[in-house]
C-alpha cells in the first residue's frame, strides 16, 4: 500500500521562472489537498479537489498560482513567474470522504527555493 | 473564523519523563474533528490520531494518550517515558464545516527535544 509521493522532493530556481509540480495520491483517495509550510509554521491550505474537480482556493493562492487534477488522480501545482516569497515547503494530502474518515495522509513534499 | 494555538514553541525533556503538548482551539461549528500530527526532521507529516467533537472519551495508544476536553477547548497530546525518536515538531489541527471541505487549520507546532 503505498503512501502520497510527490515530486521533485526540492527544487531551486530562479526569480521569474515557471516551476510545476506533481502529487500522486493513495489511489482510492477521492479528496487531493495542496497545503504550503514555511519554516517556523504550520501548513497552510492552498486548495483541494474532490476527484477532478476543484472546490475551493485559498486567497494565498495568487493568480500566479494553478493547480490541476485531471482525471481524479494525480495533481499538479503550478507557479508562474515566482518570486522569493514562494519559497517553502509545498505539501499534497490526501483523503478518503464518504466513509466517515477525515484524515488527511501527507506526502513528503516539495521543498522550493526561488533564488 | 477557525484557530488553533500550540504556545508551546519548543519544549525540551530528558528521556523517559513525560511530556504534555497543548492545543487549544477556537470554532464555531458544533461537529468538528481535531488531529495530532508528528513532523520529523525528515518533514513528512505523520498522522497520529482524530477525535470527532461528539466524542470526548480521551485516548491512549501505548506511550501515547490525548486529553480532550470541550469545556475548555483544548486537545493536549501527553508522551509517557519519551525516547529521542519522539524528537519532531508536532502539530495540532482542527477541521469542520466551516473551514470548509474538511480543510486543516494548523496550529504553529511544538518542537519538542528529547535528549539522552
Known amino acids: 500500500d503505498t503512501g502520497v509521493s510527490q515530486d521533485p522532493r526540492h527544487k531551486i530556481t530562479k526569480r521569474g521562472q515557471n516551476v510545476t509540480f506533481r502529487c500522486d495520491p493513495i489511489?482510492?483517495?477521492?479528496?487531493l489537498y495542496w497545503y504550503r509550510q514555511t519554516l517556523g509554521q504550520g501548513p497552510e491550505f492552498l486548495t483541494y479537489?474532490?476527484?477532478?474537480?476543484?472546490?475551493?482556493k485559498s486567497r494565498l493562492l495568487s493568480d500566479r498560482f494553478s493547480a490541476e487534477r485531471p482525471k481524479g488522480s494525480f495533481s499538479t501545482l503550478e507557479i508562474q513567474r515566482t518570486e522569493q516569497g514562494d519559497s517553502a515547503m509545498y505539501l499534497c494530502?490526501?483523503?478518503?470522504?464518504?466513509?466517515?474518515?477525515?484524515?488527511?495522509?501527507f506526502g513528503p513534499g516539495t521543498r522550493l527555493t526561488v533564488l | 473564523a477557525q484557530k488553533v494555538t500550540q504556545a508551546q514553541t519548543e519544549i525540551s525533556v530528558v528521556e523517559k519523563e513525560d511530556v504534555t503538548l497543548d492545543c487549544v482551539y477556537e470554532?464555531?461549528?458544533?461537529?468538528?474533528?481535531l488531529f495530532w500530527y508528528k513532523q520529523p526532521p525528515s518533514g513528512e507529516l505523520v498522522f497520529l490520531i482524530r477525535?470527532?467533537?461528539?466524542?470526548?472519551q480521551n485516548e491512549i495508544s501505548g506511550r501515547y494518550s490525548w486529553n480532550f476536553q470541550k469545556s475548555t477547548s483544548s486537545f493536549n497530546f501527553t508522551i509517557t517515558a519519551s525516547q529521542v525518536v519522539d524528537s519532531a515538531v508536532y502539530f495540532c489541527?482542527?477541521?469542520?464545516?466551516?473551514?470548509?471541505?474538511?480543510?486543516?487549520?494548523f496550529g504553529t507546532g511544538t518542537q519538542l527535544k528529547v535528549e539522552l
Open positions: 489511489s482510492e483517495h477521492n479528496r
Open positions: 479537489f474532490q476527484n477532478e474537480a476543484q472546490l475551493e
Open positions: 477525535r470527532n467533537s461528539f466524542d470526548e
Open positions: 494530502a490526501s483523503s478518503l470522504v464518504g466513509t466517515g474518515a477525515h484524515e488527511q495522509f
Open positions: 489541527a482542527l477541521s469542520g464545516p466551516t473551514g470548509g471541505g474538511n480543510k486543516l487549520t
Open positions: 470554532t464555531r461549528d458544533t461537529t468538528y474533528y
